[in-house]
């Protein structure tokens, strides 16, 4: 059975606070994601990476950034959380099989910065 | 610009009846779509996809009907029960590992 895990379920962090959310998947995907789902927003992507080392921006990459360095793992930083980066962050993989591509979700971090 | 639209944000039907969601697109060059299911606290699962060389498919209680010239899909579930009730996230593919999703919509279904 597919897998895709989230170091956290809940997160509250301070404004300012640098913050680490993590992915591990463990279907040797090459692609792998980070989204945030805000309601009447649906899900925007934040960024995401095609292989080890290398990472591509999305629709709102700003105030994040994200860290490959093995192919099982995707990290989300927030380098200084703000009180407007309060969400929920889902992390994704999928198969590099050209564009039919099903993506396997992670559970979500809920994440409050006070 | 928004490539993947739900327009309606939530819908209500009974139970045992046919709910039908929504979805338009603007690129013409998608040719791979997809329906998630989402519950709270909870990441989205994969729920039914179609490809564009179809206008139908079909999964149990799930079908996705597709028009291309209208730029439009549509996710019936029929019977709906109470397990249905969740976010429905439309998401569309160019052949290439990018899927754009749409807004969402919550679909409540009554007693």
């Known amino acids: 059975d597919v897998k895709v895990t989230q170091s956290s379920r809940y997160l509250v962090k301070r404004t300012g606070e640098k913050v680490f959310l993590e992915c591990v998947q463990d279907?040797?995907?090459?692609?792998m994601f980070w989204y945030r789902q805000d309601p009447g927003l649906g899900l925007r992507l934040i960024y995401f990476?095609?292989?080890?080392?290398?990472?591509e921006k999305g629709d709102i990459p700003e105030g994040y950034s994200v860290s490959r360095e093995k192919k099982e793992r995707f990290s989300l930083i927030l380098e200084s959380a703000s009180t407007n980066q309060t969400s929920m962050y889902l992390c994704?993989?999928?198969?590099?099989?050209?564009?039919?591509?099903?993506?396997?979700f992670g559970p979500g971090t809920r994440l409050t910065v006070l | 610009d928004q490539q993947v639209k739900q327009n309606s944000p939530s819908l209500s039907v009974q139970e045992g009846r046919i709910s039908i969601l929504n979805c338009d697109y603007t690129n013409s060059m998608f040719d791979y779509f997809l329906w998630y299911k989402k519950y709270p606290a909870e990441g989205p699962t994969f729920l039914i996809s179609i490809s564009s060389i179809k206008d139908k498919n079909e999964d149990g209680r799930f079908t996705v009907f597709l028009n291309k010239s209208a730029k439009h899909l549509s996710l019936h579930i029929v019977p709906s029960q109470p397990g249905d009730s969740a976010v429905y996230f439309c998401a569309a593919s160019a052949w290439s590992d990018k899927i754009i999703f749409g807004k969402g919509t919550r679909l409540h279904i009554l007693p």
């Open positions: 279907m040797d995907h090459e692609n």
């Open positions: 994704a993989s999928t198969r590099l099989a050209g564009g039919y591509n099903e993506q396997f």
């Open positions: 990476s095609y292989d080890v080392k290398m990472k």
